[in-house]
């Protein structure tokens, strides 16, 4: 009996695509083992093998996937698997969850924390980025209107952003530049316009997700703040090669995971698209698969851009 599992629907993750895993694991055959998993959309065949999971790339749009099994005794059966790959995010919301305090809740202590910080600004003391609601790194009346509008609805912070929150405080010190490289994050990419200066501490790479410990920082340039650089975000990374299927990051279905094929990394902090060959003969470091990334542009002013996992925020391209 086949098993598609139930339907998908994941943003765009890189270019005009997006990555999803197809489980098939509730597949079964009552008197025997399914010995193959085929996937297929119309006559292109996405997988084939004993994995009962695999991940897919597919391009923007709806996407109607069949599951076919096979058993030991050579029958098959069928299922699909609807695949929708949406053009943005399902939940672009521009600003997390107002919790100040980090209690989980909005209330009238959070509004009070903000209150006793209004006006402060980026660099003073009283500062700090969970007072400053919108990102804009100085707390004033706008920032009070969200935590006020937080404090209306009643509830409790979303699993998604009390994770976003933990990872936003736990970067806060790095946002002095020297504070990240001082505490073993190392450049490892040029600055790329909607998409930072990579900032990545290599002892951090795992497979275990901790929204708190980001193995990345984002950052760009910035010559009003102190050391030249402003931070914008954190980002993750998974070893694809020890996580080959999509990683299971921040709750929820908007964290689209993306990868870059065929980097050459250099020791002075530079990353181009070339050859192997000659990536080797320029004495860098050739990698076919970076890894699974995923951003987190918790740090990015208004107006916020269009989403909080886009891999290019328009509104990442330097300050003068």
């Keep these: 009996m086949a098993n598609a599992g139930a339907d998908i629907s994941s943003p765009v993750s890189h270019e005009n695509h997006g990555h999803v895993t197809l489980d098939g694991s509730a597949s079964f055959d009552p008197d025997g083992f399914i010995a193959n998993y085929s996937w ?14 695999v991940v897919a790339e597919l391009t923007q749009g709806v996407h ?12 098959t059966s069928t299922d699909s698997v609807r695949v929708d790959i949406t053009n943005g995010p399902n939940n672009p919301s521009p600003y997390f969850c107002p919790d100040v305090n980090g209690d989980t809740k909005v209330d009238s202590s959070d509004m009070l ?35 006020a509008k937080g404090y209306t609805r009643g509830s409790r912070c979303s699993l998604e952003d009390q994770q976003a929150r933990a990872s936003t405080v736990a970067i806060e010190k790095y946002q002095n530049v020297n504070a990240a490289i001082a505490d073993g994050y190392v450049q490892v990419t040029q600055f790329v316009p909607q998409q930072g200066r990579h900032m990545v501490k290599s002892s951090l790479n795992d497979t275990t997700f901790n929204p708190a410990v980001p193995e990345g920082l984002l950052y760009e340039p910035d010559p009003s703040t102190p050391g030249g650089w402003r931070l914008g975000g954190a980002f993750y990374i998974m070893p694809i090669q020890l996580n080959p299927l999509v990683p299971d990051g921040f709750a929820g279905t908007d964290d689209a995971w993306h990868y870059h094929d065929f980097l050459c990394f250099y020791g002075n902090g530079t990353v181009t698209e070339e050859d192997q060959a000659s990536c080797a003969s320029h004495g860098g470091s050739y990698q076919t698969n970076v890894g699974w990334l995923l951003h987190l542009w918790n740090y990015v002013p208004a107006p916020y851009g269009p989403g909080r996992y886009v891999e290019d925020n328009p509104n990442f391209v330097g300050l003068p």
Excluded: C, H, P
Excluded at 114 to 140: C, E, L, P, T
């Design 40 to 53: 297929s959309e119309g006559a292109t065949v996405i997988a084939s093998g004993t994995a009962n999971k």
């Design 64 to 75: 109607s996937v069949i599951l076919t099994v096979t058993d030991n005794d050579g029958f």
């Design 113 to 147: 924390i903000q209150a006793q910080a209004f006006n402060k600004r980026f660099g003073q003391v009283g500062y700090a980025r969970m007072k400053d609601s919108n990102s804009d790194r100085v707390i004033n009346s706008s920032d009070q209107l969200l935590v």
